[in-house]
């Protein structure tokens, strides 16, 4: 079965406050880097995942996504399929 | 009456809400592992504090698929009496028994002291013990205690009267003023103070004893 790759990337969403980025910038500024005027930290997920095709690997990851990886309360995702690294591996 | 206290791999307060419901109010108490699927002859369920499975990802989001959740949700759609306290309360909203989200408390510390709350039970079982507006002082300990829900849910939430419980000085940047929640039938409450650590009088005030002391009618 292939082996597909992918990238989720999980970020509060706009309306959460983000104190660890908000600390984080104002880590920015004291190391120089000024003018930073949004600092915003999430999380990447890097999976493998087996699948017949790209459109069941895509559907199991979506619901990975949504139901797991982010709580859509508080955070949104986007999923990046990179196709299979491994076709009949 | 008799007490199920969840233990999960990384619970931390499980044997103080032991300690308060068996220890100084006689409460028979039962430890009911995560693995456990037996809710048999339980009148109440407490999620207790602590770190589930090391809280990976996100509090309380890998201990929702614990096999004793499936039961402790079933419990609680029966009309079963269910108390999350502090990581039990993010469990309870990461179920989805309770709306909303815990997050990461406004200035990042890891919060312990005590609170000042106002107590508004409406139609909260577990705070039948205390009248409207009471004031009552808990324990607080936690870094992601920051209650979060979008201003319509919130709106809803107040006017349903669920917002059973507010801190007097917010100490996390909760959403307004929550420190605890109940859902609408009253039988599940989740809140991030420590009400068991307020039963003896030893560790220094018993504002919790009436919230426990509400199983024994």
Known sequence: ?89 | MSLGVVVFPGSNCDRDVQWAAQGCLGIETRFLWHEERDLSGLDAVVIPGGFSYGDYLRCGAIARFAPVLQEVKAFAERGGRVLGICNGFQVLTEMGLLPGALTRNQKLHFLCEPAELEVQPGRCAWLQGYSSGQRLSFPIAHGEGRYQADPELLEQLQQNGQVVLRYTRNPNGSVGDVAGLSNPQGNVLGLMPHPERACDPATGGVDGRALLASLLG
């Open chain 1, 1 to 89: 079965m292939p082996v597909y790759s992918a990238r989720v990337l999980v970020s509060l969403r706009p309306s959460v406050l983000d104190p660890a980025g908000e600390a984080t910038r104002a880590a920015a500024a004291r190391l120089g880097v000024t003018g930073v005027s949004t600092l915003r930290i999430g999380k990447a997920v890097e999976v493998e995942l087996e699948a017949p095709d790209a459109a069941a690997a895509r559907a199991q990851l979506e619901l990975l996504s949504d139901r797991l990886l982010a709580n859509p309360v508080i955070e949104n995702w986007t999923l990046e399929l990179k196709g299979d690294t491994a076709a009949g591996a």
